[in-house]
């Protein structure tokens, strides 16, 4: 078994996992990617769902689209899934996204996956959202927090997320909601404020971003993974939305200071960009939740994390 991070020995996901059939949404995407190089390394059989062609090793890809109940339908009735990782999703930087397309592929695409899993038997569907559902709150944000999303992507998350939680509260389905802060790591779109920083480190570039005042809670993505392992085989997580977070907020400047750091490199920053009206301004997290319901708790700290990101990003570079 290949190095999969700080967490690859978990012998209880091993245990759990072991022939298990895997169905993950969006597998060809940033998380889904990182997802299925640790499921790669188990004895599981992996199924992926996207809307373009792939050649991912290890894998049965299924060219379909969520938005498409017929080509859903008919792949997930073939598969017949133990686990279900629904990562599929826009997000507000993919290419021609719009308000409608959010809510299509969201909200509506959850719909038609939910739609075609209900003649099967499976033990558990992790679905994902986004922290952004608690929009200009208090902090740190805390599940039973009323949500206020201030955006469109957000506000289809949400909708998704009510529809697998009422599903799960009606019929006692086995639904698992992470609401995930910013994530980053190998694999993420280089457009991306922590990929396209650690790019112009590298290249040596100047840098556009705001004052950076704002405070983030950035976690790194095989802690996400991590999470999702252990959320698809923990039966007391069914029916709840459970934070998944660092649980620690720094301030961007501090961030782009340490990636320089981390980089040894001193470009410009040019911090002249607008703030985004609809940013939250502080987005930090309680995760008290997942540490007792999952037992889990980061194990990167955000150094760690950006770390590993840097020399990923530097073999590709080379």
């Known amino acids: ?151 469109e992507y957000a506000k289809s998350k949400l909708l998704a997320t009510e529809y697998c939680q009422k599903l799960a509260d009606e019929n006692g389905l086995p639904h698992i909601t992470l609401r995930l802060s910013n994530v980053y790591g190998p694999y993420q779109s280089a457009n991306m404020f922590i990929p396209s920083l650690i790019n112009s480190c590298l290249q040596n570039k100047v840098f556009r971003m705001t004052p950076g005042k704002q405070k983030k809670d950035s976690i790194y993505v095989k802690d996400i993974v991590h999470a999702f392992l252990k959320a698809a085989i923990c039966k007391p997580a069914h029916g709840h939305v459970i934070n998944i977070a660092q649980g620690e907020s720094y301030r961007i400047i501090d961030i782009a200071k340490k990636i320089m750091s981390l980089t040894g490199t001193k470009i410009k920053l040019n911090r002249t960009l607008p703030y985004n009206d609809k940013d939250v301004f502080d987005y930090s997290f309680n995760i008290y939740k997942a540490k007792k319901v999952l037992a889990w708790m980061p194990k990167y700290s955000l150094d760690q994390g950006l770390k590993e990101t840097i020399d990923s990003m530097r073999d590709k570079i080379k």
Not at 60 to 69: H, S, V
Not at 121 to 150: D, L, M, R, W
Request: proline share 6%.
């Open 1 to 151: 078994m290949r190095y999969l991070g700080r967490f690859w020995e978990d012998q209880e996901i091993l245990n759990a996992y072991t022939n298990k059939k895997i169905l993950v949404t969006g597998g060809g995407g940033f998380i889904g990617r990182n997802l299925i190089d640790y499921l790669s390394n188990l004895p599981v059989e992996i199924h992926i769902l996207q809307p373009f062609e792939s050649n991912i090793p290890n894998v049965n890809a299924i060219k379909a689209d969520i938005r498409n109940m017929d080509q859903i339908s008919k792949a997930v009735t073939d598969i017949s899934p133990d686990i279900i990782f629904h990562l599929a999703g826009q997000i507000p930087q993919s290419p021609g996204a719009t308000p409608e397309s959010l809510h299509e592929i969201n909200y509506k695409g959850t719909i038609n996956l939910l739609e075609s899993l209900k003649s099967l038997k499976y033990a558990s569907f992790v679905n994902v959202c986004t922290g952004q559902v608690y929009g200009k709150h208090n902090v740190p944000f805390e599940e039973n927090f009323t949500t206020n999303p201030i955006s």
